[in-house]
């Protein structure tokens, strides 16, 4: 069964949603934070969640940074961003931050799990930013460096080739490894191409 943490500072959307993703049809086992500590605190004490929900606005912090915070110190865990506003330049900071997807909260239950559905399969989930704009906001995304060490990966190098290629030391190319697969919702190099070259980013 999956687990799932809901971090949200309102206390009958966050109940009510761990009502909603508990148990059929997602079989998932739920739990809620009202606030980042408190998710922080969570994650580091259990292991085994595979998926937390982090709302926009919360005490005290922004939510995107929650979702960084989450992904260096639990970079194994997928993260969605929730939130009222539901405009694509939400998606597209939400998108930078490493999450796999963006829920606006006036979608229905429904919808909802169909997205949480594929981003617990190891997916990334972007309906809203289909096209161009999903391109665009992940050419903002890459720096310099890593479009070069994700041509690199396509072409094959080991990290240490790409370490002499680049004229960087080895620990460097697999943090900027890292960083990809964590903007590209990738868990291994072929995944992390097969995503690059979805969104445009490669020929």
Known sequence: ?????????????????????????????????????????????????????????????????????????????????LSADDSPDVARAAMRAGAQSFLSKSLSIAEMLAVIRKVLDGEVAWSSLEGDSTSAALEIILTTRQREVLQLLAEGQSNAEMATTLGIAERTVKAHLGSLFDILGADSRTRALARARQLGLMS
Request: aromatic share 4%; glycine share 6%.
């Open 1 to 81: 069964m999956p687990k799932i943490l809901i971090v949200d500072d309102h206390p009958l959307y966050r109940e009510g949603f761990v009502h909603a993703l508990s148990g059929h049809p997602l079989h998932a086992v739920v739990s809620g934070a009202s606030s980042a500590e408190q998710a922080i605190q969570a994650l580091d004490q259990d292991s085994t969640f595979e998926l937390v929900l982090v709302d926009l606005h919360l005490p005290n912090e922004d939510g995107l940074q929650v979702l960084r915070r989450i992904g260096v110190r639990h970079p194994s865990v997928a993260r969605i961003l």
